[in-house]
């Protein structure tokens, strides 16, 4: 491989992530996932109702997540075809679009800043990032919901979306984005999504079940804390969902602190078991502490999809 096909292998990746680390979702910007919302929320208006609610949300969801897989594996290929540069501009601006890292830091910044004012404010700035109602969460329920939703976009935000990177391309990371987004919309056991979103949380289920344990494994070994993974394993697999529990376990070592109890989403409170057994009060040094833990994994990560890259083209050109 010469060096300008290292360049057009590797670029698209290192300034899409580049651009997250700088931008992150800037409001004026446009956004291809605030569309996959509007097409998820369109759908479900459309077909949440009547009988077959169940079949009618697994037709929806196989057919926008494959639809959207098939619409990338045509056109990047497409804009490649017209102009190589242009294939690594459009990549590059796509993979910007579906890494996640850079908003969700800034924003649990600006709830730990905002409860510290107030609990009105840590309240109101907290349901910019959560799906669970904000309105009766003390102080310490803020921080810790605010640490638990940066452990899981983590794993949700960047790693998922670099690991199908990998092994798919940009095809398979806007895939696992449609994928994720409607979990995030639809996926809840709420009386109006429990049937049509069912398959939409277990398909996200199985997309994130090796991101989520590769992203505990790489908190834990940028902390320094590799024992830790004994800890990972007895609290991971305690939580309701079978992958969020792995990095909100990683994190909740990394801070010795507690995660869990009762959430309350759409007006129904849901028990989530505990992970970890210190209910110390959480404060801004351990916001600073979680966001270097997460910079340092992403960044990991990234030199893992870049050797992975590399090799696996090396291999590719030898067969």
């Known amino acids: 491989m010469d060096f300008q096909q290292l360049v057009i292998l590797l670029l698209p990746l290192l300034a899409g992530a580049l651009l997250d680390a700088l931008l992150g979702d800037p409001a004026w910007l446009p956004h291809i996932v605030v569309k996959f919302g509007w097409l998820i929320s369109t759908a479900e208006r459309w077909f949440n109702k009547g009988n077959c609610r169940r079949l009618k949300g697994a037709l929806t969801a196989l057919f926008l ?23 690594v501009g459009v990549s590059a601006i796509f993979i910007f679009y579906f890494l996640a890292g850079k908003t969700l830091i800034k924003e649990v910044r600006m709830v730990f800043k905002a409860v510290d004012e107030s609990l009105e404010k840590g309240r109101k700035q907290l349901s910019r990032i959560v799906g669970r109602d904000t309105a009766q969460l003390d102080a310490q329920e803020i921080r810790t919901a605010a640490l638990e939703t940066l452990a899981e976009n983590l794993s949700d935000g960047v790693i998922a979306p670099l690991f199908w990177y990998m092994l798919l391309g940009i095809p398979g990371m806007a895939a696992y984005k449609m994928i994720n987004t409607l979990d995030s919309m639809i996926g809840y056991k709420t009386d109006r999504y429990k049937d049509f979103g069912c398959w939409a949380a277990h398909i996200d289920d199985v997309a994130n079940w090796i991101p989520a344990r590769l992203t505990a494994l790489l908190m834990v070994l940028v902390a320094g804390r590799p024992g830790l993974l004994g800890f990972v394993h007895k609290y991971g697999r305690q939580h309701a969902s079978p992958n969020s529990g792995y990095p909100e376990s990683a994190l909740a070592g990394i801070l010795n602190c507690r995660f869990g109890g009762t959430h309350t989403y759409f007006g129904q409170e849901f028990y989530k078991p505990y992970i970890g057994e210190n209910p110390r009060e959480l404060n801004t040094q351990d916001a600073r502490r979680a966001i270097r833990i997460n910079i340092l994994s992403e960044f990991l990560m990234l030199i893992l999809a870049v050797a992975f890259l590399i090799l696996n083209s090396q291999f590719s050109i030898v067969n």
């Open 65 to 87: 997540i494959g639809s959207t897989y098939v619409l990338f594996r045509w056109f990047i290929p497409f804009c490649y075809g017209v102009n190589q540069w242009l294939g």
